[in-house]
């Protein structure tokens, strides 16, 4: 039996970009932004990572999935080491869907020191 997850992403996971492809059968729920203002994005190079602490919001989008659909997004997000899946509020905002939500979000695990911060994906 496959359990659905609910997964908040922001960066190469996003529709439009190349890491997408893991989400093509997966359950577009809508697009959202983090429940607060406690966060830093930073340029990781070719895609994001995001940590706690700061004062930006998130902007992304959730998704369903099942079980070996997580595992590959976990595979590919180097849980729980490079990124660690955690499960944090998010509000949906587009037009038929509003509401807030807990949905597994990857916060980057590595020291962000000498890294650029700001910007969105």
């Known amino acids: ?5 609910r997964v908040f992403v922001y960066g190469t996971l996003k529709k439009g970009h190349y890491n997408n492809t893991l989400l093509e059968e997966a359950e577009f729920v809508g697009e959202a932004k983090t429940v607060g203002n406690d966060y830093t994005m930073y340029h990781l ?21 099942n079980d070996e659909q997580l595992a590959r ?22 037009n038929s869907i509003s509401g807030y939500m807990e949905a597994l979000m990857y916060i980057y695990q590595g020291n962000a020191n000498n890294i650029k911060a700001g910007g969105t994906w």
Do not use: W
């Open 1 to 5: 039996m496959n359990n659905t997850h």
């Open 45 to 65: 190079g070719a895609f994001p990572g995001v940590k706690e602490g700061g004062c930006d919001s998130i902007t992304g989008e959730v998704y369903n999935v």
């Open 73 to 94: 997004l976990h595979q590919l997000e180097g849980h729980p080491t490079f990124y660690k899946a955690v499960n944090k509020q998010v509000r949906l905002f587009n």
